[in-house]
């Protein structure tokens, strides 16, 4: 129900249904979202629609290790309990926890399953100074994620540098060597760049406030990830040169970005702070001629990294503003060209690129290039032909109407 969830879930596994591949799926979601349940509903059917059944499970988001080890088990009994029944025939396992679940599945009853990484997780747990701070914990930690790629029959990353540490055996090897990068998949046939007229997603008080301005885009939450302090600061110098320059936030943090915004010196006619559905966000980037993309520079961590909101950028006509996360994010902004990297963070670098932006003239060509290069790396299209790959070599030709495809439309509840 996140938008980074419906993004690189719902549709990649929309399209592998489309070509055969019956799914099921069980995800954590946090309580705030499950009480949404018109949202639930919305999601629910257009999953039964595909054929595909959902298990909502609630997700204790309290962040300790406790709520951790609760929100596994969680889905370690319901994988189980799937797996006994020989229900499945194989586990697409997203992330981490999806891991831990599927390796118990494959411990327990021989389940296969694809270990679709999306991070380097107990590194970053590691950076941040939890849970693993003790030689015996990360020992521990270690041995089971050398398992989750040992026992795999296929491992997807969402970098090259990550597939490269996978070959190369820093975590032992996969059964099977099926070792494939699929990055973040946006769909190029929605993400378009669309005239503002077109944009009836987005209130027409903001598109006719947004008329004619230079609009920069912060998507996103405050985390850890972001160098938001760096970003606003490049943001400020930006609209110090240009009256006509707005800032466009998009963002559940509204509160947060506001205090800011004004701590840092911008007025509120500079800035507009809103948040978007994930099935609106091609509108709303439609909007925007330089999305900010600063991140946290390089680490162990980073290096399985990539973020979503780089191929929505580009397939939208969005020129990021990169800075950090790892050196395979910035090359893509270098060989797409529509954007540029930033050496470093420091003040007159910021001010050099606010420079650059404001005296930067904005040719649909650039864009358009930008887009077309980035199509078969980034495009749901291409995920899916690589996912399809992936599934063959991983479980054979798992298709038979038996497995799946079954789910039942729901009645819409009551208000």
């Known amino acids: 129900m996140e938008a980074l969830g419906f993004s690189q879930v719902v549709r990649v596994i929309e399209g592998l249904a489309e070509r055969g591949w019956p799914y099921e799926v069980v995800s954590l979601e946090k309580p705030d979202d499950l009480m949404r349940v018109g949202r639930v509903f919305e999601i629910r059917s257009r999953l039964a629609r595909a054929g595909i059944g959902w298990t909502a499970l609630p997700w204790s988001v309290g962040g300790t290790a406790r709520d951790a080890l609760q929100n596994e088990m969680a889905l370690v009994k319901v994988a189980l309990a799937r797996a006994k029944q020989g229900r499945i025939g194989g586990i697409h396992a997203r992330a ?23 991070s380097y997780w107990f590194d970053e747990r590691l950076e941040e100074g939890r ?17 989750l790629f040992a026992q795999a029959s296929g491992v997807v990353t969402l970098t090259e540098l990550q597939a490269s540490d996978v070959r190369s055996g820093r975590f032992g090897s996969s059964r099977h060597e ?12 929605d993400f378009v760049r669309r005239p503002p007229r077109q944009c009836r997603r987005v209130p ?18 405050i985390n850890r990830s972001y160098l938001v302090d760096e970003t606003l600061a490049l943001v400020r110098s930006v609209l110090r040169r240009d009256e006509q320059a707005h800032l466009l936030v998009l963002s559940g943090q509204s509160d947060e970005y506001a205090r800011r915004l004004t701590a840092t010196g911008i007025s509120a006619d500079r800035f507009t702070l809103t948040r978007a559905d994930h099935e609106a966000m091609p509108e709303w980037l439609s909007l925007i001629d330089w999305g900010m993309l600063l991140l946290n520079p390089d680490s162990s961590a980073k290096r399985a990294s990539m973020p979503t909101k780089l191929a929505e950028f580009l397939a939208c006509g969005v020129r990021p503003v990169q800075f950090g996360c790892n050196s395979e994010v910035s090359d893509w902004v270098k060989n797409t060209g529509s954007g540029f990297v930033l050496a470093d963070v420091r003040p007159h670098t910021l001010e050099a690129a ?8 904005l040719e649909d060509e650039v864009a358009s290039r930008a887009r077309s290069l980035a199509a078969p790396h980034f495009s749901l299209e291409s995920g899916l032909d690589k996912y399809e790959h992936v599934l063959t070599r991983t479980f ?3 298709r038979p109407a038996a497995l799946g495809n079954r789910a039942e439309i729901p009645s819409r509840p009551a208000t």
């Open 96 to 118: 981490y926890h999806g891991g831990f679940a599927a390796l118990a599945c494959r411990v327990a009853w021989g389940t296969p399953y694809l270990f679709d990484t999306r």
């Open 131 to 147: 849970w693993f701070t003790s030689p015996l914990r990360l020992g521990i930690a270690r041995g089971v994620e050398h398992q």
């Open 178 to 189: 099926v070792v494939q990068c699929i990055t973040t998949c946006a769909d190029f046939e």
């Open 204 to 221: 027409e008080s903001i598109r006719g406030a947004l008329q004619g301005k230079r609009v920069l885009g912060l998507i996103g939450s």
């Open 354 to 361: 606010a420079e650059r932006i404001v005296t930067t003239t």
């Open 396 to 398: 054979g030709e798992l």
